[in-house]
Antibody, heavy 124, light 107 residues
Framework: QVQLQQSGPGLVKPSQTLSLTCAISGDSVSSNSATWNWIRQSPSRGLEWLGRTYYKSEWYNSSAVSVKSRITINPDTSKNQFSLQLHSVTPEDTAVYYC??????????????WGQGTLVTVSS | DIQMTQSPSSLSASVGDRVTINCQASQDISDYLNWYQQTPGKAPKLLIYDASNLETGVPSRFSGSGSGTHFTFTISSLQPEDVATYYCQQYHSLPLTFGGGTKVAIK
């Protein structure tokens, strides 16, 4: 059974960096048949996919254009986890952030396991 | 980006009723569509993948159909535990996008 456990602060100051980690159990961040995603949810934006990292003989990243210049998603194979960094945050980045495993064929088809969610508030 | 439009945004039905939710894609996405259920304070849960396939362990009263740009999600007999918000999501192309959600309540 795959489980994803999120950790990180719930309050970030404007212009600073939001940092979250997602620890994986029951699968490997280096799996060739999964992708590792970050998704956020807010009343104004709904569910918004932010980006993903995955391993297919080498590491790849993809991200949404809306955050492309500010986002970093990194795998950590030594701890079997992956992380999200969102730089230069504003109050618009206030949301519940989820990590999720990409499942289905090669991990591209759906989000079959999710973390518990972390409410991140951007405020001074 | 592919826009996903769900209708209605909310509905209220009686226990035992048949409930239908629509999802329209802004371009042809074949059957690259999933449906999720989200209850308050919880993460979304995958119910239907590839437009019409039931995820393991999901009750058979849930079903999905459609291809191209128009998709339908159905609860054949609404149960009290089905009170939730339901979302469609396309994986035809990046960025992966979700519909705005349909909130289902019991009348």
């Amino acid at each position: 059974q795959v489980q994803l456990q999120q950790s990180g602060p719930g309050l970030v100051k404007p212009s600073q960096t939001l940092s979250l980690t997602c620890a994986i159990s029951g699968d490997s961040v280096s799996s060739n048949s999964a992708t590792w995603n970050w998704i956020r949810q807010s009343p104004s934006r709904g569910l918004e996919w932010l980006g993903r990292t995955y391993y297919k003989s080498e590491w790849y990243n993809s991200s949404a254009v809306s955050v492309k210049s500010r986002i970093t998603i990194n795998p950590d194979t030594s701890k079997n986890q992956f992380s999200l960094q969102l730089h230069s945050v504003t109050p618009e980045d206030t949301a519940v952030y989820y990590c999720a495993r990409g499942g289905g064929r090669e991990g591209y088809r759906n989000f079959d396991y999710w973390g518990q969610g972390t409410l991140v508030t951007v405020s001074s | 980006d592919i826009q996903m439009t769900q209708s209605p945004s909310s509905l209220s039905a009686s226990v035992g009723d048949r409930v239908t939710i629509n999802c329209q894609a802004s371009q042809d996405i074949s059957d690259y569509l999933n449906w999720y259920q989200q209850t308050p304070g919880k993460a979304p849960k995958l119910l239907i993948y590839d437009a019409s396939n039931l995820e393991t362990g999901v009750p058979s009263r849930f079903s999905g159909s459609g291809s191209g740009t128009h998709f339908t999600f159905t609860i054949s007999s609404l149960q009290p535990e089905d009170v939730a918000t339901y979302y469609c999501q396309q994986y035809h192309s990046l960025p992966l996008t979700f519909g705005g959600g349909t909130k289902v309540a019991i009348k």
